[in-house]
T-cell receptor, first 112, second 117 residues
Framework: DQQVKQNSPSLSVQEGRISILNCDYT??????FLWYKKYPAEGPTFLIS?????DKNEDGRFTVFLNKSAKHLSLHIVPSQPGDSAVYFC???????????FGTGTRLQVFP | EAQVTQNPRYLITVTGKKLTVTCSQN?????MSWYRQDPGLGLRQIYY???????DKGDVPEGYKVSRKEKRNFPLILESPSPNQTSLYFC????????????????FGNGTRLTVT
């Protein structure tokens, strides 16, 4: 059973526009969420995170929103740049476990 | 440079031939973990280690072994590889996996692409 779901396998956005990547989760015990970015032939790299005590966290062009009642988080990239083209994974962690559960990933392509 | 190093980057082997994928980190991290990435399934955890001599199963541990005899090294062992273990493998480390320090992000290696024929 997939506890963290990214229902859009791919997304294509024009340069300068907003990219919105979505992630849904089922486990109400999750209290910390992260986004990782992965380029081809490289390992994932940490991008941004959010604790369940917040509903928004911003870092430059990247903002993560958390809607706990809907068990939904999203990553907004504004403005999108060609260098943002990568696979994005959301991940979730629960307080009483040592595990980090990853979603299936969304491939973002930003075209000129 | 702080990094997680995996070797080899690419490996082609035959069913049943034992192999080891090495992983080493130079950041003095307590927590280390192995993941496999498969199309449509994302990153799934194989094994993890909270510290030296402490290892635990992740979500897909069958067919794999690990050891943590030193803090910096966390090798992944496939005693008898099978074709369903063909995958892209990532080693990762972080400061700690427990308590408030579990918020410290994972640092990943560049991956090992394994093909078992």
């Amino acid at each position: 059973d997939q506890q963290v779901k990214q229902n859009s396998p791919s997304l294509s956005v024009q340069e300068g526009r907003i990219s919105i990547l979505n992630c849904d989760y089922t486990n109400s015990m999750f209290d910390y969420f992260l986004w990782y970015k992965k380029y081809p032939a490289e390992g994932p790299t940490f991008l941004i995170s959010i604790s369940s005590i917040k509903d928004k966290n911003e870092d430059g062009r990247f903002t993560v929103f958390l809607n706990k009642s809907a068990k939904h988080l999203s990553l907004h990239i504004v403005p999108s740049q060609p260098g943002d083209s990568a696979v994005y994974f959301c991940a979730a962690s629960a307080r009483n476990t040592d595990k980090l559960i990853f979603g299936t990933g969304t491939r973002l392509q930003v075209f000129p | 440079e702080a990094q997680v190093t995996q070797n080899p980057r690419y490996l082609i082997t035959v069913t049943g031939k034992k192999l080891t994928v090495t992983c080493s980190q130079n950041m003095n991290h307590e927590y280390m973990s192995w993941y496999r990435q498969d199309p449509g399934l994302g990153l799934r955890q194989i094994y993890y280690s909270m510290n030296v001599e402490v290892t635990d199963k992740g979500d897909v541990p069958e067919g794999y072994k690990v050891s943590r005899k030193e803090k910096r090294n966390f090798p992944l062992i496939l005693e008898s590889p099978s074709p369903n273990q063909t995958s892209l493998y990532f080693c990762a480390s972080s400061l700690s996996g427990r308590g408030e320090r579990r918020f410290s992000p994972l640092h990943f290696g560049n991956g090992t692409r394994l093909t078992v024929t």
